[in-house]
């Protein structure tokens, strides 16, 4: 894409180039809310907040969108669903998101020859690497480098050969019980461990890393690991 013309990508599909659409406006850059709960104590002035620094999602709305009257079909069913939103002024980072999920999308018919439009998308607050690779891992402990903004939750697959895994960054340990040879998944955003379909059980708490230097040991039996660190960007 080029950085300079507004445009955004949507199941894979570049809106200028594939679906003939023409953007009036620069799109925008959001940051999400981080979530807060307020309070208040009798005798004590004012209120007092408190974060467990999660963010709230937020609503993008990219407007006055115009295209030829004969595509109108063929966007009607691209903007829908879900997927990844990549937008021009930041084209190696998505967001996950949902095509209109608060609001139907009204297409105006401009003289039999083009539509106008505006679509919104609900995305999850945080950014992440388009393609991200993962790091190929065949031994017991290694460096780990976030260059995100935020904590990140990792997804990991261990090519075991069974018995307990356990894996630990920082003050965070956990213990995947009795896995059997072969591939195990570790989602821990999701908070689930999974080896050919079937959850396992698991001990201790969640992995994640921080921004900046990680360490991450692993104890147990396997093959290989891969590490995909889902970096957090605001």
């Not at 507004?6 to 979530?35: H, Q, T, Y």
């Not at 980072?93 to 999308?105: G, H, R």
């Not at 261990?158 to 960054?169: E, F, P, Q, Y």
């Not at 896995?179 to 955003?189: H, K, R």
Request: glycine content about 6%.
């Amino acid at each position: 894409m080029n950085p300079d013309e507004p445009n955004f990508i949507w199941k894979d599909l570049n809106a200028v180039r594939d679906m003939g659409c023409i953007i009036e406006n620069e799109l925008s850059e959001v940051l999400p809310n981080k979530r807060y709960e307020t309070y208040s104590i009798i005798g004590r002035s004012g209120e007092f907040n408190e974060t467990f620094n999660d963010y709230e999602p937020f609503d993008y709305e990219i407007e006055d969108v115009t295209i030829p009257y004969e595509n109108l079909a063929a966007v009607k069913r691209w903007l829908t669903g879900k997927s990844k939103l990549i937008t021009h002024n930041d084209e190696d980072k998505y967001l996950d998101a949902i095509c209109t999920m608060s609001k139907p999308t009204s297409f105006k018919n401009e003289w039999g020859v083009f539509y106008t439009f505006n679509v919104e998308f609900r995305c999850q607050p945080f950014k992440r690497k388009v393609n991200e690779q993962p790091k190929v891992i065949k031994t017991k402990s290694i460096e780990i480098t976030d260059h995100g903004d935020e904590i990140a939750f990792p997804y990991i697959e261990i090519n075991s050969k069974g018995g307990d895994i356990t894996l630990n960054i920082g003050s965070n340990s956990l213990t995947i019980l009795r896995t059997q040879s072969g591939i195990v998944t570790i989602d821990t955003e999701k908070g689930k461990a999974i080896q050919e379909g079937n959850p396992l059980f698991t001990r201790g708490s969640w992995i994640k890393t921080n921004p900046g230097q990680n360490k991450l040991n692993i104890s147990g039996n396997f093959i290989e690991a891969k590490f995909w660190n889902r970096s957090a960007y605001l």
